[in-house]
């Protein structure tokens, strides 16, 4: 895998209940295998570009599956030369 990088993603489904459709995007993330952590306005996700991309596009059409008509998703990358961490960006604050 080249250098990693962060991806976070903020779903948005515009629902009368979107609790339970935002716990499913975040089901598909768990599947997906990749290394994540769940924060209170997004989930922020570590591994390979393209693969994450992959995920996001997932997480976005799942809340259709459950039944939504309309999704605002926000999407964050944070790259470097050097690959970057979330472990690196928040340990000290932990």
């Keep these: ?3 990693p990088v962060n991806v976070s993603i903020e779903v ?3 629902h009368q209940n979107p609790y339970p459709i935002v716990d499913k995007a975040i089901a ?5 295998g ?3 952590e769940v924060g209170p306005m997004e989930t922020t996700m570590e591994g ?6 992959a995920v996001v596009k997932q997480v976005h059409r ?6 939504v008509e309309h999704v605002v998703t926000v999407v964050k ?3 470097s030369v050097h690959g970057t961490s979330i472990e690196g960006k928040v340990s000290k604050y932990r």
């Design 34 to 36: 990749v290394k994540y």
């Design 77 to 79: 990358i944070g790259e």
């Design 62 to 67: 799942a809340c259709f599956v459950e039944g």
């Design 12 to 14: 948005l489904p515009l």
């Design 1 to 3: 895998m080249a250098n």
């Design 48 to 53: 390979d570009l393209d693969e994450l991309l």
């Design 28 to 32: 598909v993330i768990q599947a997906a």
